[in-house]
């Protein structure tokens, strides 16, 4: 599975919402994700691409859309 379906996954299981058609749409504006999910959105990345993601790193406009998260985890590779 690629990343980009990978995160899609991760976050439709999170979410239990239909995600948006468009990636660089903000899940937290459409009402996907809000702000309590965050940590366990987080927790599922670390956990599915063995990374870890720091405290000051959890902010939402760092994972506004899947583009967005696919961009961070790419930098923390």
Known sequence: MNPQ???SE???QVAKK?????PEE????????DSF???DLVS???K?????IPDA????????????IEAYLESRR
């Open 37 to 39: 999910a965050l940590p």
């Open 44 to 46: 599922r990345l670390e």
């Open 5 to 7: 379906a990978q995160i």
């Open 57 to 68: 790193d959890l902010a939402p406009r760092k994972f506004e859309s899947l583009a967005r």
């Open 48 to 52: 599915e691409f063995g990374i870890s």
């Open 10 to 12: 991760i976050v439709k």
């Open 18 to 22: 239909p995600l948006p058609p468009d």
């Open 26 to 33: 903000s899940l937290f504006d459409s009402g996907v994700l």
